[in-house]
């Protein structure tokens, strides 16, 4: 067998090149990358199975080329393996690679996987899932149900995916009847929302609390109160403006371990901008040092700081 430890693996994502401008960023991408990297183009539901295989085969490292999605399909078949780990951002969003300062831009990104720098970083958990920025249940698996079909019509735009949510906040009327457990206390709520967040950025990006929750390697999980439609209107809004606010929009829980109850035996769980239907209870935590990601050098170095409970390698 060949030796592939200092070969690269890029893993895309179809669906996500499904344009020229997306597929010629791929093709640029490699260019940089150069002979070292082998090109795997597979569907969204066969990433992780791609991705295993790729390790399976000895690759030093491999890539995800996608959004967030398609970044945290293959992360979580890498986590733990001890091999590092890329991103080619070409998302609506790409919440991963702009937390951790890596361009959206595929060729430049490659670019840094060059540089050879890294970090490691925590991931979130839920049975036994993991995710780089998000997990919910809720109105969010909704909104990404309607996203889809949005896309499909009107293309991959940000701002289809804002008034995708802003519909689907309007139409939503199935709040849950949770039993949330976290660091030993318990609480009972009616809600349309639980978010629980891993990512600072995605946090700051919103004008959200709990990115001092995330920075100590904990979860921040976010609660909204069941007020009705003109109250998920007004917090929609409030959303848009950055100008959400605990106690009065959500109730916020910082814990390292938080399980969720309900008399559903499933719920629909969004990791990610993905959907997954799962039993129930829900169990979320943090995998901490769960992945190396190759990031900018200033990224590396500010991974080191001890508030952020990471480490540059």
Known sequence: MADLSGRLCVICNKGSGRNTHEADAVHAAMAVLGDRAVLRQVAGRDLEEAARSAVAEGFGAIIAAGGDGTI???AGAVAGRGLRFGVLPLGTFNYFARGLGIPED????ARVILAGHTRRMPMGEVNG???LNNASVGIYPAILRAREETYARWGRRR????WTALR???RFQRPLHLTILADGEERRVR???LFAAR???QLESFGLAGTDCVERGRLAVFVAPDTGRAGMIHK???LVRRSMREGRDFDLICAEAVTILTRSRHLTVACDGEKYRMRTPLHLRMRPDAIEVFAPVAAAEAAASPLRGETAA
């Not at 595929?106 to 990104?109: G, H, M, S």
């Not at 701002?159 to 804002?162: C, G, K, R």
């Open 72 to 74: 945290m399909a293959v």
């Open 106 to 109: 595929p060729e430049e990104a």
């Open 129 to 131: 899932r993991l995710f």
């Open 159 to 162: 701002l289809v995916a804002h």
């Open 168 to 170: 689907t906040f309007l």
């Open 191 to 193: 809600t349309p929302l």
């Open 199 to 201: 990512s600072a950025y």
């Open 236 to 238: 929609a809004w409030r």
